[in-house]
């Protein structure tokens, strides 16, 4: 068991900067998520804390311990890749006992031909194959273990990746998209099998994903990073509720947020609640917290492109153009199917809970609400 | 039934058509020839003459009861037994340390891809005056060291080595560039794997990575290596003739004195078809050992 903690980490490639320092703690025993577009850094930086990479200044440490210039297997953290890596030539048994035998055999046990004669090397084997044995049944994968990679499925690579992982006991596990290559439905199987396993090793989870549904489904906390900087830290519900970042409220959630740009939008368009404050440069809405409402009396107007109805929910996405004459900008509405039925083509207004309404400065940086700021 | 036959019918007979080219010439090019050479072998024939005798297996017993035949096959064999070891060994060593080693990268491998690229009856003038036992380059270097250098092509214990090292020097190349593209198409995730189930050591890295992914590249280098040694003639004929006293005799040497210098093509066709036969025993052997042990992914 082990917390995390990396301080302000700098890695460039050749003259590109893809982590600017960046600090991040993490608590022992907890579900981290880095999330973030692709080229963001966040694979690199797992790269870091494996030690497979090394920064080019910063520190990191592990369960309180630096492990800077420590060779990987020196470091007490197990990856699983998001291609799986496992070894094709080797059976689903030999792929989980290779980092059990290369950690407790010695070079001559593990020898050809001779290794296998050598002396302690059969109660050594019996104890990995207990082992390994163990990490078979609790994934289930048993009765896979004489296959090799190539005659598993992707789900039972997935598995056989996890259990090369875990046999070992790591006290941090580190995760690089292992889900992105499983099928939708599979997919979410996995996610909830992983977060099971978290709960049952209660072991340090770093697990990186582009997909914001794995980071909002599994994570205790979420690390949301964005070209090489960390941008916000904070529970799934806090990233939703609170973005501090316009790049996050984009980034966070499905439908994607609504975003008014007031720069483009004429003041009287917009109505005059937005511009509560001078600096406000976009308003930005979840789609559970817009309304539509007659033309002319919301925050837009605009006209319906597409309903989409999904039993639960109802999502009406509308088109309101620009005076300026550019790309129309897109909303999503939640409505409950119960409500009034809208055709696509019809003109509205679109209306918004204001006190779900988030402010942005023109550098994407969230303007707190004037209650907070009087407080 | 009666209508699916009928359209059953030209479907195999485009089948036939699309396949005729390659038929055809595959018979023209390699099973008539070599059904030609089976008929020769069986006769008396000489290049030139306007009749023949049909004498059976004649030529067969004769060859088996060649002890120069026998010599040829022995030294064949041992050339082989030093070249496909070699030319695959230094050829993998090669490919690893000029894939380590980023910086002049595509020199190197050029340089050592020219040998494959050169003519080998012109290369090996070139070793010939580089192994003359007084003047040779080679002599030379080892009299810098204190050791006389024994006459490489004309001594009897030290001329079947010397051609196998001139075997290698001209095939490695080859073998490198396989392995140098068989190298890049392994996957940096499974050392990356391998680095943090703590395989970071070279060997241990070569015996859980490299080694067996390569299985299928050396599977193919080593196969072509084999037939390529079992080839072996342009050196022989150009240095040695197969001298001194038949010590560096080949069978694809023996089959050109016989057939070209003496004229005896019947003959010569007996040698040939075992010379075949061997070939493709080995292949076969070759491919069924290495199949099972190589893992394709």
Request: hydrophobic share 45%; aromatic share 6%.
């Given at each position: 068991m082990a917390g995390l903690s990396l301080s302000h980490i700098v890695k460039t490639h050749g003259p590109t900067p893809v982590l600017r320092g960046l600090s991040l703690d993490i608590r022992d025993g907890e579900f981290l998520t880095l999330v973030g577009p692709s080229g963001c850094g966040k694979s690199t930086l797992l790269r870091l804390i494996a030690g497979l990479d090394a920064p080019d200044s910063g520190s990191i440490s592990i369960g309180g311990r630096v492990v800077d210039g420590l060779r990987p297997k020196e470091r007490d953290v197990a990856m699983v890749f998001q291609s799986y890596?496992?070894?094709?030539?080797?059976s689903a048994y030999d792929n989980i006992a290779t980092p059990l035998r290369i950690r407790r055999l010695s070079v001559l046990q593990r020898a050809p031909l001779f290794g296998p004669l050598m002396p302690g090397r059969r109660a050594i084997e019996a104890e990995i194959r207990r082992e390994v044995e163990q990490t078979a049944e609790l994934l289930d994968i048993a009765p896979l273990m004489p296959r090799k990679p190539g005659q598993l499925s992707g789900g039972q690579r997935q598995r056989v990746a996890l259990g090369r992982a875990m046999v070992r006991h790591p006290s941090v596990f580190l995760m690089d998209e292992p889900l992105s290559n499983l099928d939708a439905k599979l997919r979410v199987q996995m996610r909830a099998e992983i977060t099971a396993l978290h709960r049952r090793l209660r072991s340090t989870f770093v697990f990186v994903t582009h997909d914001q549904a794995e980071a909002m489904t599994m994570s205790d906390r979420v690390a949301v990073m964005m070209a090489g900087e960390l941008i916000q830290l904070g529970t799934p519900q806090e990233l939703y509720d609170n973005p501090q970042d316009l790049r996050v409220a984009e980034f966070i959630g499905s439908p994607k947020i609504n975003v008014l740009p007031l720069n483009v939008l004429s003041r009287a368009a917009t109505g005059?609640?937005?511009?509560?404050?001078?600096?406000?440069a976009a308003l930005a809405f979840r789609p559970e917290a817009a309304s539509l409402c007659a033309p002319e009396a919301g925050l837009a107007t605009g006209t319906i492109t597409a309903v989409e109805n999904l039993g639960s929910d109802l999502f009406v996405h509308c088109e309101a153009p620009r005076p300026d004459g550019g790309a129309p900008i897109p909303f999503v509405v939640r409505q409950a199917p119960s409500s009034r039925r809208v055709v696509p083509g019809e003109t509205v207004g679109i209306a918004a809970d204001r006190t779900r309404l988030l402010r942005f400065d023109a550098r994407g940086r969230r303007i707190a609400e004037r209650q907070e700021r009087a407080a | 039934m009666t209508s699916r036959s009928a359209s059953a019918a030209p479907h195999q007979h485009i089948g036939w058509l699309a396949a005729a080219p390659a038929t055809v010439l595959l018979a023209l090019l390699l099973i008539g020839p070599v059904l030609a050479v089976i008929v020769f072998s069986l006769t008396d024939w000489q290049i030139g003459a306007s009749a023949a005798r049909f004498i059976g297996l004649a030529n067969y017993h004769e060859l088996f009861a060649d002890r120069v035949f026998w010599t040829a096959f022995v030294n064949t064999a041992l050339y082989v037994a030093i070249v496909v070891p070699g030319t695959v060994g230094l050829g993998l060593v090669v490919a690893l340390l000029i894939e380590a080693r980023p910086s002049l990268r595509g020199f190197y491998r050029a340089a050592h891809f020219l040998p494959v690229m050169s003519t080998m009856a012109a290369m090996a003038i070139v070793w010939g005056s580089m192994l003359h036992p007084t003047i040779g380059a080679v002599n030379r270097l080892l009299a810098e060291f204190g050791i006389a250098g024994p006459n490489w092509l004309r001594d009897a214990r030290f001329v079947l080595p010397a051609l196998a090292m001139i075997g290698i020097w001209q095939g490695f190349g080859f073998a490198m560039v396989l392995f140098v593209a068989g190298l890049k198409a392994i996957p940096q995730s499974l050392y990356d794997a391998a680095a943090i189930d703590g395989a970071d050591g070279i060997v241990d890295r070569l015996r859980l990575v490299t080694l067996p992914l390569l299985g299928p590249v050396t599977m193919f280098v080593l196969v072509l290596t084999a037939t390529r040694a079992f080839e072996v003639f342009d050196t022989v004929r150009v240095l040695t003739q197969g001298g001194p006293n038949f010590a560096s005799e080949v069978l694809l040497d023996r089959l050109y004195t016989e057939s070209f210098d003496y004229l005896r093509t019947g003959y010569g066709a007996a040698l040939t078809v075992v010379y075949l036969a061997v070939v493709v025993l080995l292949t076969l052997a070759q491919a069924r050992i290495l199949d099972r042990r190589v893992h394709y992914a």
């Open positions: 890596a496992l070894y094709p030539h080797l005059a609640s937005a511009a509560e404050c001078d600096d406000v | -």
